[in-house]
């Protein structure tokens, strides 16, 4: 690891006492990984061709980062892109405080108003972000986001003769649609109507790929508060947002979020920089491995709470928990909780006595941790 990551591992791990911090070991080591910056790693691949896209529509405009820290203030991740000071991202239960006033980003968006800050009006930051979340097949707490910007000046309008943000919007649209086909070919796409605190009018980009129709990005057109804030007067931006992760398990047909993080070469020799016509070949998928644990809730319990504690002990030996039963007791009303935890390894097969040890650890844990009461 270099010695930049380290900085940013230190700087976490000296303030990992504070009592509002609440990122587990499990995601502090994820830090530093960096898969995006891997060449020959599906996320790495993925960047790289839509760098690819932009430097051909635009020689030389768009300034590219890709090793900004994911430690930033809650300042850059909220407050400087208009995040309502009651939005549920911003609960402990959403995102990972490092303390009350430093997060792990949750997006890529938190790096908007420094970048326009210095002075830039045309860029992409690819970066991890965390965030807290259920567990399953196409969820994981750490995932890749790039997030791309680009500023008008009122000559850009005029010349087509037409209003600021009209002429922003279409821009945009036209852009990301050309990026979609870049990658997906021929496809099908549809806009939606979406909501942003940092943009209006907002968007997603869906596309339709075997059969459904996915949702692959947000974006639209930056509220003039943060480009007059951090840039200046009489301009007009749009920005969008997009999950790598979900990009590439659609273009290589990747099953499970968890491979990404595999250090197994059978998935990682799959792979090779530059070629985005491969497809995945699944290797034996080894058994899954259910135990259920019921118990009775408090208020103060979450299924991410949850979530957390079997990751911080199964880590991506967890693949999907998942409640299978609820009912609220008619004369005491107490809530009961039952979960079904799915183990399995992408690697390898588990023992029996292994997978109990960790079910064991498990309840415990929930037990102590949760203020639970086990059935
Ligand atoms: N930050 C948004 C998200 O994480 C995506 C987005 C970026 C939307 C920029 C609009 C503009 O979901």
């Known amino acids: 690891m270099g010695k930049y990551c380290y900085s940013i591992l230190h700087s976490c791990k000296v303030i990992t006492d504070h009592p509002a ?6 995601i502090f080591q994820k830090i530093g990984i960096n898969l995006h910056q891997q060449p ?3 996320i790495g691949m993925i960047k790289a061709a839509i760098h690819d896209y932009f430097d051909r529509q635009h020689p030389g405009s768009f300034t590219k980062f890709d090793n900004l820290t994911p430690v930033v203030s809650a300042k850059a991740n909220f407050d400087e892109v208009l995040v309502p000071a009651d939005h549920i991202s911003r609960s402990p239960n959403d995102t990972y405080y490092v303390s009350p006033d430093t997060v792990l980003r949750c997006h890529t968006s938190a790096h908007q108003a420094e970048l326009l800050r210095q002075g830039h009006r045309a860029f992409l930051v690819t970066g991890d972000v965390y965030r807290r979340d259920s567990i399953d097949a196409t969820h994981y707490p750490v995932f890749h986001q790039m997030e791309g910007v680009r500023v008008f000046s009122p000559e850009d309008w005029h010349a087509a003769g037409m209003e600021a943000t009209q002429f922003a919007e279409g821009e945009l649209k036209r852009t990301l649609e050309g990026l979609a086909q870049h990658l997906f ?12 605190p940092f943009t209006d009018p ?21 509220q003039q508060q943060i480009l007059e804030k951090n840039s200046g007067p009489d301009q007009k931006a749009w920005a969008f947002g ?22 197994d070469q059978r998935f990682l020799k799959q792979f090779k920089t530059g070629d985005m016509s491969i497809k995945f070949k699944s290797y034996s998928k080894y ?10 809730i408090s208020d103060a319990f979450t299924e991410n709470n949850l979530c957390e504690v079997v990751r911080g002990i199964a880590g991506d030996l967890a693949e999907e928990v998942k409640l299978i039963d609820n009912f609220t007791h008619p004369k005491t009303g107490r809530t009961s909780h039952c979960y079904r935890i799915a183990y ?15 079910q064991e650890e498990v309840r415990s844990t929930v037990a102590d941790k949760l203020k639970v009461e086990l059935r």
Not at 187 to 194: G, Y
Not at 202 to 212: A, R
Not at 345 to 351: A, I, K, W, Y
């Open 185 to 196: 070919g021929k496809v099908e796409m549809r806009w939606i109507d979406a909501y942003f």
């Open 287 to 296: 058994p899954p491995c259910y135990k259920d644990v019921a118990f009775w």
């Open 242 to 263: 997009l999950g790598l992760e979900r990009l590439a398990m659609v273009l290589f047909d990747i099953p499970d979020i968890r491979l990404f993080w595999t250090s």
């Open 344 to 358: 399995r390894s992408m690697d390898r097969s588990l023992t029996d006595d292994e997978v109990n040890a960790l």
């Open 21 to 26: 911090n609440n990122v587990t070991d499990s």
């Open 202 to 222: 907002s968007f997603e980009l869906e596309i339709f790929f075997n059969g459904e129709w996915l949702e692959v990005l947000g974006c639209g057109v930056m």
């Open 40 to 42: 020959a790693h599906p």
